[in-house]
C-alpha cells in the first residue's frame, strides 16, 4: 500500500510538473506581450 | 479557440481509453510472452488499475493544455506522441519479460515536443533533466526504500524512451529548425 502512495505521489508531482510549466509559459507570454505593446508604442511615438 | 485539434485528438483519445477500461473485459497489455496481434495496437488503450488511467488522462489533459498555449502543430503533436507510444515496440526486444500498456510514453513523447518549442521561454536545460529526474524518480524513490524491483526501472526506462522518442523526432524535424522557438504571443 505504502508503494502504490509513492507511486501516485509521484505521478502527481509529474503532472504538477507540467502544470508549473504550463504556468511559466503563461507568464512568460503575457511579458512577451507587454514588450510588444510597449516597443509598438515607442515606433509610434518615432513615426509621430 | 475552443475546438482545437489538438484538444479533439485528446478528448477522442480520453474517450477510447476510458471505454476500453469500463467496457472491455479483457486486458490488451503488450508482452513478449503472450503477444497477440491485436494487442500491438491495442495496448495503448488499456491501463492496470484505474489510477493509472488517471495519471495518464491528467497527464495528456495537461500536456495538451500546454501544446495548445504554445501553439505547438497538431501534426508536431500528433508525431511525436504516435513516436513515444510505438518506441516501446522495439523496446520489447530489448526487455522480453515486460508487459506494457497504457499511453504514458505517448505524453512524455508529446511533452518533449512542447518542452523542445518553450525552449526560448524554459530552457531545455533546465527542462529536460526535470523531466529526466521525474521520469526515473520511481526508480530512485524504490532504491531509497529498499524495495527496489527490475520492473519498475523497466517501466521508467520505457517512459524515458518515449520522452527521447517523441523529442528527438521534433528536433529532427526541418520546420522546427527553422522557426527558432517562435510563438504567437497575440
Known amino acids: 500500500m505504502s508503494d502504490y502512495l509513492v507511486f501516485m505521489s509521484i505521478g502527481i508531482a509529474t503532472v504538477a510538473f507540467i502544470a508549473s510549466i504550463l504556468v511559466y509559459v503563461r507568464r512568460a507570454k503575457e511579458r512577451m506581450r507587454h514588450s510588444l505593446l510597449r516597443l509598438e508604442r515607442i515606433r509610434d511615438k518615432l513615426e509621430g | ?186
Not at chain 2, 498555449?69 to 501534426?75: A, G, I, P, S, T
Not at chain 2, 529526466?132 to 524518480?137: A, D, R, V, Y
Open chain 2, 1 to 186: 479557440m475552443l475546438l482545437n485539434n489538438i484538444l479533439l485528438f485528446v478528448a477522442a483519445i480520453a474517450v477510447i481509453n476510458v471505454l476500453f477500461f469500463f467496457g472491455s473485459p479483457e486486458n490488451f497489455s503488450l508482452s513478449m510472452s503472450a503477444l497477440h496481434a491485436p494487442d500491438i495496437i491495442l495496448f495503448q488503450f488499456s491501463h492496470f488499475d484505474v489510477l493509472h488511467l488517471i495519471e495518464n488522462l491528467l497527464g495528456l489533459v495537461f500536456t495538451a493544455a500546454l501544446a495548445i498555449e504554445l501553439d505547438l502543430k497538431f501534426e508536431s503533436f500528433v508525431l511525436a506522441y504516435f513516436v513515444g507510444i510505438f518506441v516501446v515496440l522495439p523496446l520489447l526486444l530489448v526487455f522480453p519479460g515486460a508487459a506494457v500498456a497504457g499511453n504514458s510514453t505517448g505524453i512524455f513523447g508529446a511533452l518533449a515536443a512542447c518542452l523542445f518549442k518553450a525552449r526560448r521561454m524554459v530552457p531545455m536545460y533546465v527542462t529536460y533533466p526535470l523531466a529526466t529526474l521525474f521520469i526515473f524518480s520511481i526508480s530512485l524513490t524504490s532504491i531509497a526504500s529498499g524495495n527496489f524491483a527490475l520492473s519498475v526501472l523497466k517501466a521508467d526506462i520505457f517512459h524515458f524512451a518515449g520522452f527521447l522518442a517523441g523529442g528527438a523526432i521534433n528536433i529532427s524535424m526541418k520546420e522546427n529548425k527553422v522557426l527558432v522557438g517562435v510563438c504567437n504571443v497575440r
